[in-house]
């Protein structure tokens, strides 16, 4: 067997016995400890790659009948490391799990202090627009009432307006029967004047004739 080979069987076989122990530790650790661990079982996990990378060449490079025995020692190796990668993926998980957890719970408490003052903020603001509705309604009904007094002072003046203008109608039509009556009594006048000038008339004309029939008759004689 390669002594080159050995060599690296001898510190593979070392750092997975380290590598082990410190997962197991890992396990029971917690906070910037179980980080600081976890991060130097990845920096072994490397280097036990490396080794058996180099022991792959290695054995590749010796005869048919070594190379097989050391490459199904090397599968062995292989299958330890993807063991010690799986524990180091469940630690990590782990930790990813309580650090999520963690974060959760504070975006939890986060989101609930937000939502609590984003609803203390909508609460606020439908405070205010209720008050100004109710500013407004009472506004309106102010201008209503307002509105609702000076209809009641129009109607009145138009009443009012209506009984003089009913009070000048009969006026007018007093007004109008006197004139009637006054054109009745002119009429009359005037034919009884006509009948009047007639009758002088008549009188002054038989008078005349019979004067002149007296002084005809004196005269002839």
């Excluded at 280097?47 to 490079?61: C, G, N, T």
Aim: glycine share 4%; charged share 30%; net charge positive.
């Amino acid at each position: 067997m390669s002594q080159v080979f050995e060599g690296y069987e001898r510190q593979y076989c070392e750092l997975s016995a380290n590598l082990t122990k410190k997962c197991t530790s890992a396990s029971i650790l917690d906070g910037e400890q179980k980080k600081q661990n976890v991060s130097e079982i990845k920096a072994g996990l490397d280097d036990a790659e490396a080794l058996i990378r180099k022991m792959d060449l290695e054995a590749r490079s010796l005869p048919p009948n070594v190379k097989a025995t050391l490459l199904a020692k090397l599968r062995e190796y292989k299958s330890d490391l993807n063991n010690l990668k799986t524990e180091v993926k469940r630690i990590t998980s782990a930790n990813a799990n309580l650090a999520a957890r963690d974060e959760l719970l504070e975006s939890g408490m986060s989101d609930a202090m937000m939502v609590s003052a984003d609803q203390r903020q909508r609460l606020m603001m439908s405070t205010e627009r209720l008050n100004q509705s109710s500013d407004r309604i009472r506004q309106g009904r102010k201008m209503m009432l307002e509105t609702e007094e000076l209809g009641v002072s129009i109607l009145q003046d138009l009443h009012g307006q209506r009984q003089s203008l009913l009070h000048a109608h009969d006026t007018l039509h007093g007004v109008d029967d006197n004139i009637s009556r006054s054109k009745k009594i002119l009429t009359t006048m005037s034919r009884r004047m006509s009948r009047n000038k007639w009758i002088i008339g008549s009188i002054v004309a038989v008078l005349v004739l019979a004067i002149l029939l007296i002084l005809y008759f004196k005269l002839s004689h």
